[in-house]
């Protein structure tokens, strides 16, 4: 399978540099640039591309809002937010838009397809050091709070598995922390994403923040 991509930013340098590193992959092919929202968003509904690599801010449409419109009118596209430790703010709307994950702009080459590659396969990437950021900066819930709502669904273990998703730990991570089989947390994900109605682990991550199921204090397994 060959990943389609368009790429989404301003900055024409950019465009340029991580055009260079999809192009030299042979499962990626470049199909279409965009220097604004707007025009991200008629790329992706014209060539229906696997993956959109946004921008966060730019002119005439940021990337939030074409987040947003990308993931309502082309289900079938992933986005996958590029952003700066300063821009978390809009990372989190983003996320809350639809976004298949996000990574920091100095992320390198193979960071980059990785999370390209993982994305388009249905997973979902979310930076550790900036989920950190969005924890420190929104989370107000603490360990001990008894989330209500949605949240009442889950067992202890399901919760478990949702704060450490929310954490940014990989299924492999989970499955050290708690002492189980990688398939046996990919299994609980997919249920608690199906009770939950969620989309995908991005979508778990937000629940997890909305819910006061994560606490804003520096976890030392994470340092």
Known sequence: MTIRVVIADDQALVRTGFGAIIRAQRDMTLVGEAADGAAAVDLALLLRP?????????????????????????????????????????????????????????????????????????????????????????????????????????????????????????????????????STVKTHINRILAKLELRDRVALVVFAYDAGLVAARTDPERD
């Open 50 to 182: 696997d993956i959109v690599l946004m921008d966060v801010r730019m002119p005439r449409m940021d990337g939030i809002a074409a987040t947003r419109a990308i993931v309502a009118r082309a289900p079938e596209t992933r986005v996958l937010v590029l952003t700066t430790f300063d821009l978390d703010e809009y990372v989190f709307r983003a996320l809350s838009a639809g976004a298949g994950g996000f990574l920091l702009k100095d992320a390198d080459a193979g960071e980059l397809l990785r999370a390209i590659r993982a994305v388009c396969a249905g997973d979902a990437v979310v930076a550790p050091s900036a989920t950190r950021r969005l924890l420190d900066r929104y989370v107000t819930g603490t360990p001990d709070a008894a989330p209500g709502g949605a949240a009442d669904q889950l067992t202890e273990r399901e919760r478990q598995v949702v704060v450490r998703v929310a954490q940014g730990l990989t299924n492999g991570e989970i499955a050290n922390a708690l002492h189980l089989a990688e």
